[in-house]
């Protein structure tokens, strides 16, 4: 059975966009606020999003890649899709009045070209900080867009969450599981 790096992956990608790691093409550091896991429910969403914007990685293998060695080999290449949510809050008055909600949909599309000239640079996802191979090949990812944004919550709850997914695509090697 292949292993492939899903945690390095994470790992990496959330140090180069929150902690502004990486070489040339990076990301200030304080522009997103730490990572934000799934399965949180909506009131810590919200308080979370309040700190500032929140970014949470997915890493889904889509299938094996047509560049991979034979099917015997101790190397098997996979396509991968990898998104990056960033979630920023919008109180009441963003969304009330239309220049403050403007003023966020245009920062959360700014997001768009700093995440991907960060992710998109040569050599920013080859390891972590503490070492560990992300075996992503060529240690960068293609960008395949981001769509509009969502606006997640109810009106009533007081506040909602912007969200908006940028979408990325990978080749990543697994190798035999150890």
């Excluded at 040339?24 to 399965?39: E, H, Q, V």
């Excluded at 239309?98 to 000239?117: E, F, G, K, L, S």
């Excluded at 969502?150 to 009533?156: L, M, P």
């Amino acid at each position: 059975m292949a292993n492939i790096q899903a945690a390095a992956i994470i790992t990496r990608i959330q140090e180069v966009v929150d902690s502004g790691k990486g070489t040339l093409r990076t990301i200030a550091t304080g522009t997103y606020t730490d990572n934000w896991p799934a399965g949180l429910d909506e009131a810590e969403n919200q308080r979370r999003a309040f700190e500032g914007p929140r970014t949470r990685v997915n890493v889904m293998v889509t299938g094996r890649s047509p560049n991979s060695p034979p099917i015997n080999s101790n190397l098997i290449i996979y396509d991968a899709t990898i998104t990056v949510v960033v979630s920023r809050l919008l109180d009441r008055e963003k969304q009330i009045a239309p220049d403050d909600y403007n003023a966020v949909q245009a920062a959360a599309m700014a997001d768009a070209d700093i995440i991907r000239q960060a992710l998109e640079w040569p050599d920013n996802l080859k390891q972590t900080e503490a070492g560990a191979v992300t075996d992503i090949v060529s240690g960068m990812l293609r960008w395949d867009g981001t769509p509009p944004s969502a606006v997640i919550g109810q009106v009533n709850d007081g506040a909602q969450r912007l969200e908006t997914t940028h979408s990325f695509s990978a080749q990543v090697i697994a190798r035999p599981a150890t």
